[in-house]
């Protein structure tokens, strides 16, 4: 769908640390704002680039002064995307990058934002945990605290304990979904309740394969959080039962 109408605000525009960068990094940056969806979200970046005959290097610059935010997913968002355009909300085409969304922040002058990610409740009661090795911390991403990585690695120890597997800390996929559940305000028992749910009705049948990170953290996370919990042993009798009533008929 065209976008048929957007705004600047020449706060931004006009600035001269946005005047200082390379003039196709400033086209470029018209060009997704131009490109964004009403919330200021763009998913066709490196085609977009390719258009507009800019640079990867175009992108690095808006991305190094922060006048673009980017995901995991390789979707961007315009930063100041609230400054620049005020539409009435009854009017706004809210984004599909909902997981994205969730993991940003409007700051009081309009402009997104990462979220911190702060103790959870779970670790709170428990008096907290001690920090993860320097080797984890310097491998992922800079703007997840150490309270973050924290979370992370008590997840992914009970997940590769429970399977007798060896999913990694620093997968950024992994990070950006158990980041988004949290700032959802699940907790770190809440994963753990998932991971055993999943575990005991998919264990040891065809859907073993699917006791993984990008899976059981994805946006089904709160149904498989709210199933009720069938232990096998309890199929297994339930089978049974039914078994025998079937030879006494």
Known sequence: MAKEKRMFSSSITKHDDFLDMPISAQALYFHLNMEADDEGFVSNIKSL???VRASEDDLKVLLAKRYVLKFES???VIKHWLIHNTIR???IVETKFLEEK???DIKENGSYTEKRVELSLYEAEKGGVSQVSDT???KCPPRHT???LTNLKLIIDFLNQKLNT???YDNTKTQSQIKARFNEGFTVEDFYKVIETKYNEWYGTDHAKYLRPETLFGTKFESYLNQKVVEKKDIQQTIKNRWEGFLDE
């Open 136 to 138: 984890v911390s310097d």
């Open 74 to 76: 390789g979707v961007v």
């Open 49 to 51: 680039i390719r258009q």
């Open 102 to 104: 969730s993991t940003l």
């Open 146 to 148: 150490n309270l973050f």
């Open 166 to 168: 060896r999913y990694r």
């Open 89 to 91: 909300q009854e009017r």
